[in-house]
């Protein structure tokens, strides 16, 4: 299934493809006055494959072009709404959120699939990804021909309950600065509707550093190795906008899902075959509810790395998730 020239030629990072560039880009006019920028890479002939990129509001980066076969692989990546390249951009604060929900990205997906001229594709998600894409698989099952979700997050409230409040106790110090940024007095005040609240506050400053201690959240907890430095990106005090706006929206309406839904609903993924690769000391993304989802779904292969967390660098994660994808390499 893998392509041996390929392999051969991979490099000081174990188990990821060459780094590709894109052969193709553009935008798409979705409707609601949205522009999504797309692209694609690999093999213009190859078995289809799309990647949604975590957040929500993170945007597609090229180093997930590597988890793919280039010569097997006609991959496809985009930002989703008010993200990344896409525009209008969630940078600029009177840019209205209101047309970015959970089924306005899945029928944006139905909408790009459209356009590439796709039957069925393998549909890649990692973090808020593997959310949507379990959302998109359940909703249009026939369209999907595979399904790889990594730090799959199953979109329960207490699951996003849990990553803003529950795990601080093993971040104290990062969680006292957190819970000080939302300038809240209630014990049991809801942090996320907090930041969102100060990220539309009409005071620029006050927007800035409410984006600024939302990332510094973001980052501290998204590793379990203390030597584990922020994405350089986080260091843009646009992105740091854009990111913090779009998570606290998605958040604070529960992503658009009825509690339990994605699980609820995983029978309808009784014919798609596909993977769920997890990190035993993942924090952010606890174990209990993939493996809940791979109870329910029979086709999707389990694997879990022992030392990994949230981080995709963790031991054992990059290798597990190649070889996820690589089982699909060759249309079985």
């Avoid at 990692?126 to 399904?147: F, N």
Wanted: proline share 7%.
């Amino acid at each position: 299934m893998l392509g041996r020239a390929f392999v051969l030629q991979r490099d000081a990072m174990p188990g990821l493809y060459p780094p590709i560039e894109a052969y193709d880009d553009g935008r798409l006019d979705v409707g609601d006055g949205q522009s999504l920028y797309w692209e694609t890479c690999g093999n213009p002939a190859g078995r289809p494959a799309l990647v949604l990129h975590g957040g929500p509001g993170s945007g597609c980066t090229p180093g997930v072009r590597r988890f793919f076969d280039p010569a097997a692989f006609r991959i496809v990546l985009f930002d989703q709404r008010n993200c990344g390249r896409s525009l209008p951009h969630a940078g600029d604060v009177a840019v209205s959120l209101a047309a970015n929900t959970t089924p306005h990205l899945i029928a944006d997906i139905e909408a790009l699939r459209v356009r590439f001229g796709v039957e069925r594709w393998l549909v890649f998600g990692s973090s808020w990804g593997s959310a949507l894409g379990l959302a998109y698989a359940e909703q249009h099952p026939k369209r999907v021909s595979a399904l790889v979700l990594s730090h799959a997050s199953v979109g329960r409230s207490a699951d996003i309950h849990w990553l803003y409040h529950g795990v601080g106790r093993y971040f104290p110090q990062a969680w006292d600065r957190f819970w000080a940024g939302a300038g809240v007095d209630a014990p049991d005040a809801n942090l996320i509707d907090a930041y969102h609240r100060l990220l539309s506050d009409p005071d620029p400053a006050v927007r800035a550093k409410a984006a600024q201690d939302w990332c510094d959240w973001e980052a501290a907890v998204i590793s379990i190795d203390p030597r584990h430095k922020p994405p350089e990106r986080y260091l843009d005090p646009r992105f740091r906008m854009v990111f913090a706006r779009i998570v606290t929206h998605y958040f604070t309406h529960h992503c658009w899902l009825e509690d339990d839904q994605l699980l609820r609903d995983a029978g309808r993924l009784a014919e798609i075959p596909g993977a769920i690769v997890q990190g035993r000391l993942d924090l952010g993304s606890p174990l209990e509810g993939p493996w809940k989802l791979a109870q329910a779904w029979p086709k999707a292969q389990f694997v879990v790395a022992d030392q990994a967390g949230h981080e995709t660098t963790t031991p054992g994660m990059l290798e597990s998730i190649v070889a996820a994808i690589d089982r699909f390499a060759d249309g079985s």
